[in-house]
Structures are given as C-alpha cells and as structure tokens.
C-alpha cells in the first residue's frame, strides 16, 4: 500500500501593509491647505499685472525670491527635526504662518504687502515640507512608501483642482471681486490646522534623535553621491519648469477671460492628481529613475506646446502635459531621496534637496520674467524646453546609461 501524500498547501500572498492613518491626516491637511493657497494663487499674478500694474520680471522674481525662501527654511526646519527627533511641532507652525498669511490679501492696497504675505506663506511652506516627508517616511514601511508620497500628493493635488474651481465661480458670480475671492479662501487654512493639531500624531521609532544639528560638512557628505546626483537633476528640472505663474499669465496672454484664467490650474492639478497615486503605486514595482524620465519627457513636450501655441486650447494642452509631469515626478523624487540617505539624515535631505530647486526657481523667475517683457512668453518656453532636455541626463544613476 502506498504512502498517501497530502497536497501541498498553496503559498499565501503576504499582504501588503496599509497606509498609515498619519499619511491620511497630513493628506487632507494638505488639500484643506492647497485649497486655499491655490484660490489665490490661481489669480494672483493676473491680479498683480492687471490691477496693481506689476510686469511679468517683478512677478517671475518675486515667486522665485517666495519659493527659495522656503527652500532655505527647509534646510533648517528639515535639520532641526532630525536633531530633535520630533517633527509635528514644525508641521504644526508651518501650517499655522500659512493660514494666518492669507488675511493680508484682502487687506493690501499696494503690491508691497502681498510680497510680503507670500514670503510669509513659503516660510510656512519651508518649515513644514521636510518635516512632514520624514513623518511619512518614518510612519510607512518601506515596500509601500512610493504609494504613501503618491497618495499624500494626489489629495494635495485636488485641494488645488478644488481650489481655482471655487476662484471661478466666486469671480464669475462676483464680476471679478478679487477681495472677496481672498477673504474666503482664508477658511480652509484654518480647517487644515484644526484638523492637523487634533488628528495627527507624532510617529514614534526609528533613529535616535541626533545629538546636534547635521549641518556640518561631514554630514553633508553623508548624504552620498546618490543622493546629490538626484538633487542636482531635480534643481535642473525645476530651472526648466520654472514659476507656476507664467503658466496663469500665458494662459491669460492666449486669450483666456480674467474669471476663466484659474481653468489653467483646475487642468494642471486634475491631471497630476489623478497621476500621482498610480504613479507612486507603481514606483513600488519598477525602476523609478525610469518613471523620473518618462516625466521629463513628458515636460519637454508641454514646454513645446506653450512655446508654439496661438491660441487657448493648444496652451491648455500643454498646460495638462505640465500635470502629467507633476505627477510623474514630484512623488517619484521624494521617495528617490528617502531611498539614497541614511535615516537620521532624511530631514537635512529633504531641506538640502528644497534649497537646490528653490535656487533654481530664483533663476528661473528672474530670467523668465526679463525673458517674457524683453522676447516674448514663446522664447520663455523655448528656453524652458532647452533646460528640461538637458535635465533628461540626470535620469539615470552617475555613470550608468
């Protein structure tokens, strides 16, 4: 008689982890906050050149001058956090400078104040961006962590489709009241701390706090050579992409009505919402420098596009082009810069990673702007092609091709 033999048991699929409720949190902090932010930004630079006068270089300097602001902040916000260990205060503050900046552009009467209130948003930007990447990174397990970046992105990214859809409606119910339009977007700034103090939580492990602030040289050096190639394609990147603003003001330049200007980032920020999260799930599965590339790729082709466009729909193309770039990239970066630093240093990477692109956006912003009043907005997006075709090199891992 025979032995009878048991059918082997089939082999289970270990099931992946859930995303953190922290990385819920901090994503509808940050579409309360984009929702906001992003009701005034969508107009703001059409209300700055045709109410207050000022020229497209003012404006390019000035968005360049706000974004490296809060590139210098992280630096500091994102070494702090490490040396502590602790990183929800920062968020916290961060949040808090964002949403009380918003009272002053319904109350300015001169270009002055709104500068002013800008530099004061991105400050609250600088110190909460780092801070909060190393909360997500430390709170997700690694096998997941392309989708927890691409899920807190992707519900950033509908606060700001959310955002310039309620800018059309109160400016096309208000016959252009830009006040009123400032004044209620200062609502969901203070939703997004309520629900940030009361619903997260700080997420304990990990690596020890460190014992001084990494800023020296030795520490810089840590960040490896990975790392710094990695920083060094994203500021080239960010040169060629340049300000969000002359994205408003070539689509106002095509013809597009004052009330409608806003569809420019309903479009944008639809795409890149819907991107985002597929994107970081796939970044899981594959090589992600593979996906950073397509995504240059992908902006060339909007930059052509603005630069060749005579009329509204062709510069809307390219407008949704810009999008799809967002959400091929920005995610894929973050989770790149986890990927090539040690844990302790993540926040002092993510700062470093900031002030490097919002150097690059200064540049960006002066020049495009001298570039769009002396030549014209298709020379601007000419150059921008230019940039974004040499960034496509840095795709790929140092000397590897």
Excluded: C
């Amino acid at each position: 008689m025979s032995a009878s033999t048991e059918p082997a048991s089939p082999t289970r699929a270990i099931p992946s982890p859930r995303i953190p409720l922290l990385v819920w949190v901090l994503g509808w902090v940050s579409l309360l906050t984009d929702i906001s932010s992003e009701m005034i930004l969508a107009v703001l630079p059409v209300y700055l050149g045709t109410v207050m006068g000022v020229s497209a270089a003012t404006i390019g300097l000035i968005e360049g001058l706000a974004e490296a602001t809060a590139a210098v902040v992280r630096v500091f916000s994102g070494a702090i956090g490490d040396r502590l260990g602790r990183y929800k205060a920062l968020v916290v503050l961060g949040y808090g400078l964002s949403a009380v900046s918003k009272i002053v552009f319904p109350l300015a009467g001169t270009p002055l104040p709104v500068f002013a209130a800008r530099i004061v948003d991105r400050v609250g930007k600088g110190l909460r961006t780092s801070p909060r990447d190393a909360m997500i990174a430390r709170a997700t397990p690694p096998e997941i962590r392309g989708q927890a970046f691409g899920l807190r992105q992707s519900l950033d990214t509908l606060g700001a489709v959310i955002g310039p859809l309620l800018a059309i409606l109160i400016l096309g119910l208000s016959h252009n009241d830009f006040q009123l339009l400032f004044w209620i977007a200062f609502v969901p700034g203070v939703l997004a701390i309520i629900v940030l103090v009361r619903a997260a939580e700080e997420p304990m492990g990990g690596a020890q706090p460190l014992s001084r602030v990494p800023l020296t040289r030795a520490d810089l050096a840590a960040l490896g050579r990975a790392f710094w190639w990695i920083a060094f394609g994203a500021a080239l990147l960010t040169f060629g992409r340049g300000a969000k603003a002359f994205l408003v003001l070539r689509t106002e330049n095509l013809g597009t009505p004052i009330w409608l200007v806003p569809i420019a980032f309903v479009v944008m920020n639809s795409v890149y919402a819907a991107a985002a999260y597929p994107v970081g799930w796939l970044s899981d599965r594959m090589d992600r420098r593979r996906i950073l590339a397509l995504g240059i790729v992908v902006l060339i082709a909007s930059d052509l596009l603005l630069a060749l466009a005579e009329g509204p729909w062709v510069g809307l193309a390219g407008v949704l082009f810009w999008g799809l770039h967002f959400g091929l990239t920005q995610g894929v970066l973050a989770t790149l810069v986890v990927d090539s630093v040690p844990e302790p240093l993540r926040g002092t990477a993510f700062g470093v990673f900031s002030l490097l692109s919002g150097l690059a956006l200064v540049a960006s912003g002066a020049l495009g702007g001298l570039v769009w009043d002396i030549w014209g907005p298709s020379t601007l997006f000419w150059l921008a092609t230019a940039a974004a075709v040499l960034s496509l090199g840095t795709a790929w891992k140092p000397g590897t091709a």
